[in-house]
């Protein structure tokens, strides 16, 4: 199937209005990616390069899309990282010790030494979320073998993909672990305090007044992100289907929207995706494909839990989580990259366990055995542009992915049903 031509990549500039529902929606981004074209679009209109999330911050030199890039996902891209560091011998903005490095003492007063200081940024995007333990936990931080030197009790080293600043309209959790989100606290107060504590942390100390995080949350809010083209079957909202970006303006979302537990009382919808119903009779194979993924990913059961990808990815046409959960991480294996936290359970109905893990999640958070490893569900729309996967960036591609869960769950995936989620997958 010939695919249309991809539009020009602007990151920052208005590129044309669209029509969407009863509104306009301004074209931000129109950006490549190695399986087709994502597409950017804000229900907020169009903006210049001297919004605040544009703006360098303090004296570092680091904007909000500094780490949030709009060609990348609104995330980070270790090819374009590696570009970066090239073009800027490792001394761009981006590459700072306090959070880019592997430890904040690390020696990058060289080329090579900044090469090696930035390792986990360059080969997975990742930064470092220093977090200390937490007062009062049922666990105790019995040994720590971090390859870097660096870690404590005092502050963990914790190494962190940069969730994407778009599609919040359809967030129930703030942060990968949710540090920044309080219950019964409205979402948009919870982005507030994250920008905020970004700006502090990433920025080195920075502070926003309230009309820059305002403006800084309700352009992020006003973002919505999607795969518009793959180079395989064309446009994705082509043959009655639904996909691209257009049609998540208009989606219905509510807290627990897709729960078990829907709190209006009416039944939850069974088939979190309809996108690609309508391929499901197509004649095109790989249309088809994708149609057969949605169906997998819609119901087919994990193993013996019972449960399926869209029981934790229940918000509708969004794939994130709906009532705010968390689940394990899904790999807490330990990462001769990464540091190994080996945890004591010394109250609580845990008491004696012995945990290891890379990430306690949210477990530093609530500070409950139970919780360590666990992390909130991210948004599936726009996949594809934003590679590699997981919090940790330990899945280098959606195929890696699908594996993951297939090795996991036991799901017993065929070859060719791993071949159609992903077709799925990267469709979003």
């Given at each position: 199937m010939t695919v249309r031509p991809a539009a020009a990549l602007l990151a920052f500039l208005l590129l044309s209005t669209v029509a969407a529902g009863p509104s306009n929606l301004a074209a931000l981004v129109a950006a490549q990616n190695a399986d087709g074209v994502a597409v950017t679009l804000s229900v907020a209109g169009g903006i210049t390069p001297d919004h605040p999330f544009f703006r360098p911050l303090g004296t570092s030199g680091r904007a909000c899309a500094t780490c949030?890039?709009?060609?990348?996902?609104?995330?980070?891209?270790?090819?374009?990282?590696?570009?970066?560091?090239?073009?800027?011998?490792?001394?761009?903005?981006?590459?700072?010790?306090?959070?880019?490095?592997?430890?904040?003492?690390?020696?990058?007063?060289?080329?090579?030494?900044?090469?090696?200081?930035?390792?986990?940024?360059?080969?997975?995007?990742?930064?470092?979320?220093?977090?200390?333990?937490?007062?009062?936990?049922?666990?105790?931080?019995?040994?720590?073998?971090?390859?870097?030197?660096?870690?404590?009790?005092?502050?963990?080293?914790?190494?962190?993909?940069?969730?994407?600043a778009t599609n919040l309209k359809f967030l129930t959790t703030v942060t990968w672990d949710g540090r920044e989100s309080h219950a019964g606290r409205p979402i948009v107060n919870d982005l507030l305090a994250q920008s905020a504590g970004a700006a502090n942390t990433h920025a080195q100390g920075v502070t926003l007044d309230d009309a820059q995080r305002r403006a800084i949350v309700d352009f992020e809010r006003a973002l919505l992100t999607a795969q518009s083209e793959d180079r395989r079957v064309g446009g994705l909202d082509a043959g009655l289907a639904i996909g691209g970006p257009r049609a998540l303006a208009a989606q219905p979302f509510r807290f627990a929207i897709n729960s078990i537990l829907d709190q209006t009382g009416t039944p939850p919808t069974r088939l979190v995706f309809t996108l690609f119903d309508s391929w499901a009779t197509s004649s095109d194979e790989?249309?088809?494909?994708?149609?057969?993924?949605?169906?997998?990913?819609?119901?087919?059961?994990?193993?013996?839990?019972?449960?399926?990808?869209?029981?934790?990815?229940?918000?509708?046409?969004?794939?994130?989580?709906?009532?705010?959960?968390?689940?394990?991480?899904?790999?807490?294996?330990?990462?001769?990259?990464?540091?190994?936290?080996?945890?004591?359970?010394?109250?609580?109905?845990?008491?004696?366990?012995?945990?290891?893990?890379?990430?306690?999640?949210?477990?530093?958070?609530?500070?409950?055995?139970?919780?360590?490893?666990?992390?909130?569900?991210?948004?599936?729309?726009?996949?594809?542009?934003?590679?590699?996967?997981?919090?940790?960036?330990?899945?280098?591609?959606?195929?890696?992915?699908?594996?993951?869960?297939?090795r996991r769950f036991e799901i017993g995936l065929s070859a060719a049903e791993q071949h159609d989620l992903v077709a799925f997958l990267r469709s979003l």
């Open positions: 949030h890039v709009p060609s990348q996902g609104w995330s980070l891209v270790p090819t374009e990282v590696q570009r970066r560091f090239e073009a800027s011998a490792g001394l761009d903005s981006l590459f700072q010790p306090h959070d880019a490095a592997v430890s904040p003492r690390a020696d990058v007063t060289t080329l090579e030494a900044r090469r090696r200081a930035y390792a986990l940024l360059l080969e997975r995007g990742l930064i470092r979320v220093g977090l200390p333990m937490p007062a009062q936990a049922e666990f105790e931080l019995a040994e720590v073998h971090d390859p870097y030197d660096f870690a404590s009790a005092a502050e963990l080293s914790l190494f962190r993909r940069p969730l994407p790989a249309r088809r494909g994708v149609a057969r993924g949605q169906a997998i990913f819609n119901e087919r059961v994990l193993g013996a839990r019972r449960a399926t990808c869209s029981g934790c990815h229940n918000a509708p046409n969004a794939g994130s989580s709906s009532t705010g959960a968390f689940f394990d991480g899904a790999t807490q294996a330990p990462d001769p990259a990464l540091p190994l936290y080996t945890l004591r359970c010394v109250r609580g109905t845990m008491a004696g366990q012995i945990l290891q893990t890379t990430d306690p999640g949210w477990g530093l958070v609530t500070g409950r055995c139970v919780d360590v490893g666990r992390f909130k569900v991210p948004t599936l729309r726009g996949l594809a542009g934003r590679a590699p996967y997981f919090h940790d960036g330990s899945a280098a591609t959606l195929e890696d992915v699908v594996r993951s869960y297939d």
